[in-house]
């Protein structure tokens, strides 16, 4: 047999074995009576019908379809979508132990190796978030300390913005800086100085991994991981930053192991590694030099590219309504004044600004998809059995568009935070930091920080376009994962 009659073989017997594979995951599948949804393919699933530039777009498509509970096949995985608020609310926070559980994100688990808050399971979930939320209590999540870290950052940020000197710059690195050193302070004991070359190589990488974990090239890895694993492309750069990243944290853990006082720990990592110490003898602890890296590498990561980009979409955003940071102005005028900083008591009385920063992270919907959950035992959810296991994407874009919540969805408007005396009003669709057991452990300090940094800019600066306002594209430049806003320019007055 000549070479081409081998390979021919060879390729006939892979696609043999793919598919002889698919057919017994979905007969062992079949003790579930799973939601309706599309007919898919043997091996491929659905995702011929579905937009990799916007899986969102698609899967609200099919909602239309099938309704607010529908089951895809990414690749052969059955997926169940929630969709609308009260689908995901009912999952999230009403059975919320019973979705508790971390979906199939095939990346994300090669990157991590299942360790960290994000993307463990079980017993080592329950541990590492019960650790952490404990940990970043106690360091001033929430509380003043945190406040003042967040504070002095925002004025160095000013004082960098001010070096501009009125000329057109990208803010996304000016932004990730201070963003990220807020974060650093509390796993790291320190801030970087901002023309620091490692610091400025580690937000480069972050930078690059998050807007490469939206392509598709990492989407084809999570449908066919055991496929995509031996083929060249984009998601082996993913896997690359991601090691690099770890290797910087592993390097600070190893010099904190090396300087260490139990009687006085300085930051998140002596905290772990004073559990560790204690838990050494335990053989059901889940705290090991491991989890450490990834446990820090999540907060470190999460606490950076979520919150930077949440402020560059929203500066973006008040680029395109000047009208609304001309608002912003006289409230932070009238509340603030020039003369002292911003701080977390203002928001009890700046309605406007606090239903801006609402608007601004429903508006831009950073993670539509949610972090893909799974049912945690096999269950009934209203009409249906979803075994355990079984992935599960509660769809934050559906909540946060609801029509039934917010009039006019697809609009960036304020007025969906806003009652008709111009007071605040609470949405309990408002669900950007996910819901039920799953949140955001950082929503706390990430709400602070957006509020702190735009008040404190908008208090030194004024926006000004360097294209007309009718070129300002507020559309994502992709949606995977995340949303990645488009690159942009922008000059900053001073006031």
């Known amino acids: 047999m000549d070479l081409a009659g081998v390979s021919i073989f060879l390729l006939v017997g892979c696609l043999s074995l793919l598919m002889l594979g698919t057919v017994q995951k979905r007969r062992k599948q079949g003790i579930g009576k799973l939601p309706p949804g599309p007919t898919g393919l043997p091996f491929l699933g659905n995702i011929l019908q579905l937009n990799s530039k916007d899986i969102f777009l698609s899967l609200n498509k099919l909602s239309e379809k099938y309704g607010s509970l529908f089951t895809i096949h990414m690749g052969s995985d059955p997926v169940v979508v929630l969709c609308g608020y009260e689908a995901v609310k009912e999952a999230l926070n009403e059975r919320g132990e019973d979705f508790a559980g971390r979906g199939s994100l095939p990346m994300l688990d090669r990157v991590t190796r299942s360790h960290g808050v994000i993307g463990s399971n079980g017993e080592r979930w329950k541990q590492l978030r019960r650790f952490s939320l404990m940990t970043l209590r106690n360091f001033g999540m929430g509380k003043r300390s945190i406040e003042e870290r967040i504070q002095e950052e925002a004025q160095f940020l000013v004082e960098e913005l001010r070096k501009t000197e009125e000329l057109p710059f990208d803010p996304t690195f000016f932004l990730s800086r201070s963003v990220s050193n807020v974060i650093c302070s509390i796993v790291f004991g320190d801030r970087f100085d901002y023309e620091d070359k490692n610091f400025l190589i580690l937000l480069g990488l972050l930078n690059d991994f998050f807007r490469l974990f939206s392509t598709v090239w990492v989407q084809f890895y999570n449908f066919f ?51 560790m110490e204690k838990e050494k003898d335990n053989p ?11 446990n820090t590498f999540d907060l470190f990561s999460a606490g950076t590219e979520t919150v930077s980009t949440t402020l560059r979409y929203g500066l973006l955003i008040l680029l395109k309504h000047p009208e609304v940071e001309a608002k912003l102005h006289e409230e932070i005028d009238r509340v603030i004044g020039r003369n002292r900083c911003p701080s977390i008591e203002d928001r009890n009385e700046m309605p406007y600004t606090e239903a801006v920063i609402h608007e601004i992270q ?6 539509p998809l949610a972090v893909p959950h799974a049912v945690t035992r096999d269950i009934k959810f209203r009409e249906y059995v ?13 909540v946060l568009s609801d029509p039934k919540l917010f009039p006019n969805p697809e609009s960036f408007d304020p007025n969906h935070f806003l009652d008709a005396n111009g007071c605040f009003k609470r949405n309990d669709a408002f669900m950007p930091f996910s819901a039920g057991r799953r949140i955001c452990i950082g929503e706390g300090l990430a709400r602070m920080e957006i509020f702190l940094f735009i008040t404190t800019i ?7 376009s360097v294209v007309d306002l009718k070129e300002i594209d507020l559309n994502p430049e992709m949606s995977g994962i995340t949303r990645v806003p488009r690159r942009y320019s922008l000059r900053l007055l001073a006031r």
């Open 225 to 275: 991981p055991n496929v995509m694993e031996y083929l060249p492309g984009l998601h082996k750069r993913v896997v690359k930053d991601g090691a690099q990243m770890m290797a910087f944290v592993a390097e600070r853990v190893k010099k904190h192991q090396e300087t260490l006082d139990p009687n006085s720990p300085r930051d998140f990592i002596d905290c772990f590694l004073i559990k």
């Open 386 to 398: 979803i075994p355990k296991g079984t992935t599960i994407y509660p769809m934050l874009s559906s």
């Open 458 to 464: 908008l208090q030194n600066f004024d926006l000004k």
């Open 284 to 294: 059901q602890s889940e705290f090991s030099t491991e989890a450490l890296v990834v």
């Open 362 to 367: 429903r508006f831009i919907d950073i993670i």
